[in-house]
């Protein structure tokens, strides 16, 4: 629900620069004074999306790979050889220690 929101609403639809990136407001420019005047200045630049921290964020998503869902054709690879079998012998051997604890 969170990034529905996220990439759904907010990265379209925010204002370039309402969250600047560290080091945008460098160098005491009016529009990074967070005064608001009650005239409209047109000096002020208009903020950029290289100043903005939303569109940095969206510009440094990286992707992942594609996953591919082919599989190899089958085929015969090679013929295994069967092994004689071979009879292995059952030596019935008693437990001397038949405690449940250990040894004293």
Do not use: N
């Not at 929101?5 to 080091?23: A, C, E, N, Q």
């Amino acid at each position: 629900m969170l990034l529905t929101v996220w990439f759904g609403v907010v990265v379209p639809l925010h204002p370039r620069g309402i969250i600047k990136l560290p080091g945008a407001c460098e160098g005491g420019r009016a529009c990074c004074q967070g005064s608001k005047s009650s005239r409209h200045d047109e000096s002020l630049p208009k903020p950029t999306s290289s100043d903005c921290a939303i569109c940095y964020f969206v510009a440094a998503l990286d992707l992942p790979p594609a996953i591919g869902m082919e599989l190899p054709k089958l085929g015969l690879v090679e013929e295994a050889i069967a092994t004689p079998q071979q009879v292995t012998p059952v030596i019935a051997q008693v437990d001397p220690i038949s405690e449940r604890g250990p040894p004293v």
